[in-house]
């Protein structure tokens, strides 16, 4: 599963750690800061080879808005331009941020929002 993924490469490149800060598909209430991976639907899997392009948000929240920019930064900068890596016996070809990372309202309790999409190319399977 792509978020699965993602975040185990996250959790190995030293970014944080999948259940302490690193959350898959849901954003917890607590901690404060946390590191949130989304998919949601990208483009169309090829017709004549077996690569899909799934959609990835990562969703950064922080106290700090400096330390949440900071994060964010972090995690485009390790996930931005990932080529050719087998992660969970599944290849990923292409990880590419669709943008820069955007700061979001604050929460209701006022901790500072970022999110980053990526482009992901993938082999089915």
Request: proline share 5%.
């Amino acid at each position: 599963m792509l978020v699965e993924d993602i975040g185990n490469y996250l959790q190995t490149s030293g970014v944080g750690t999948i259940g302490t800060d690193i959350f898959l598909g849901q954003l917890p209430v607590t901690p404060d800061n946390v590191i949130v991976l989304f998919e949601y639907a990208g483009e169309p899997p090829d017709l004549h080879s077996s690569l899909e392009y799934p959609g990835l948000q990562v969703l950064v929240r922080n106290e700090s808005y400096a330390a949440g920019r900071q994060k964010i930064e972090q995690v485009r900068s390790v996930l931005h331009g990932l080529t050719e890596a087998m992660i969970n016996g599944r290849r990923y070809l292409l990880v590419q941020a669709k943008q820069s990372p955007e700061s979001l309202a604050r929460d209701e309790n006022g901790r500072a929002v970022f999110v980053c999409n990526f482009r992901v190319m993938k082999e089915i399977g």
